[in-house]
């Protein structure tokens, strides 16, 4: 049967989830999306031309809240977890 | 008398009564995990020095006793559920070292019913698997047989339950991840209704479908931890605004009469012989407290495990992008710019089940597969829900195993993601109607491992899932039998 997905799709892919694989775990991993995208098929035995999809199981539409302010995390705790900050902002490397 | 083998409620009688203290019974936990847990590893990390300091402010007189059937009970909580303050990892070395700024409203609601946290149960990296093994810090063992799982995600918290770590515990179902575990170590597991809890604080993994729910030692622990929990929260507006019914009240009333549907779907071949003798025994019992049985279809079971894993991937790499190593978790160091420094930061922080899972739903959401995969899988999505919908007319609620198979070995599925997740077919169902669930003991298998009879009901009817499984567990006694550790 022809593969569903390449090892240079998993590599696409991976680049678009910001992931990097290493070349064994490539091969595997190329094997194994083969493997569960081949057992989706099943899904195409179902007919949904005319079924919509549910996207959330309870129907619950226009959620509004008064347009109120509250109150946000301070700077200073919004700033605790990261991994480099300058006390006002998060640092990251250069973009490009 | 060992407090610790104790249920939430028979605790509360103890406590009310000044027959034991907070901080006895706190210590008694804590002696029985530092002497078990080096074996079971059900938790992640302890909060002793906490946990002691709330008991004594439980036995000064500083929680109101009477106020809540939880004050004063030391509990667990799986660690996928922000505490303020206190190490919540989700399992993965990512967030090794994440400390909340918050808690989650559940956490909020038990603190201020007065309960007790001793410390963070261990799970499948960021509640993504069946056994527990996904852990980045290790698997939990299954208390009944050391060699097998406790199933999972909620694995720490189930076997913490089972082995008398805590007095109950908080876990999360996304395809199965309260029901299974509960029922791979003879505990009750209830997952409510989509919405019924409030997720603020939870850590996402599938949105449409996580939900967090009690793992207990009997049905009235499980009722009355979800008659604190349940509500609306206005900082989750996926929250159902819906009154909360009395659920210790409803349920005491017999099931006579009541309607039971028996999905053939559900006695799938491959199902373990054991497992399908004790739950259609199960079965009989109900039969005899006076329920009516009916055989009812749910036609689309069968393409439960296929919509599942593209919808919950599918948000799942979506809910995974925010880990990117700039406001929380892992950065490595060194890394020439910011694109390298992304993907070196979480293809180290991640394991192997969470990439996986995340490389199938940024494939699935792709230009060109989208329509094959995520919206199939959603319209099959609304035939599942059709499914339930339809069965509810003709019967109240539905009696099913949880899954085909007791606790399998450790490493016995590691090596075959498909095997594992066709191990959900009977969770995964529920979970994508957003409809309630509850697993409760109904006996064991040849090999002495606990097997959980599934009780399934409409949106928002846990009081009727609960008066079933308690009237069920009155005339049984399955559920009083502890692992010897």
Redesign the interface.
Known sequence: MQSKITREEVRHVAHLARLELAEDDEVRMTEQMNNILDYMDTLNQVDTSSVPPTTHAIQNCNVFRPDRVLGSLHREAALANAPETDQTSFIVPKVF | MDPTSLTIHELHDLLIRKEIGARELTQRFLERIEQLDDRLHAYLALQAEIALKEADRYDLGRKDPGASPVAGIPLALKDVICTRGVRTTCGSRILE???P??DGTVVEKLKSAGAIFLGKANMDEFAMGSSTENSGFGPTRNPWDLDRVPGGSSGGSAAAVAANLCAGALGTDTGGSIRQPASFCGVVGLKP???RISRFGLVAFAS??DQIGPITKDVEDAALLLQVLAGHD?RD??S?NMPVPDYLATMREPIKGLRLGIPKEYFVEGMHPDVETVVRAAIRKCAELGAEIVDVSLP?T??G???Y??IAPAEA?SNL?RY????????VPD??????????S??EG?G?EV??R???G??VL?AGYYDA?Y?????????I?QDFLNAFEQCDALLAPVAPIPAFKIGEKSDD??QM?LSDVLTLPAS????PGLSVPCGFSGEGLPIGLQILGP?LREDLIIRIAYQFEQHTDHHLARPVL
Do not use: W
């Open positions: 070292n994440f400390i700024p918050y209704t989509y919405g449409s479908l206005p507006s996926t159902i689309h069968e393409y495990v296929a919509a894993y593209i790499s992008a990117d190593g700039v406001k929380y978790g892992l950065r890394a020439r710019d910011l694109l390298a420094m992304y993907r070196r979480r293809s991640f192997p990439k996986r995340i490389m199938l940024t494939y792709s995969y919206r199939k899988a959603s319209q099959v999505r609304t035939l829900r993601p498909l997740y994508l109607a957003g409809i949106h």
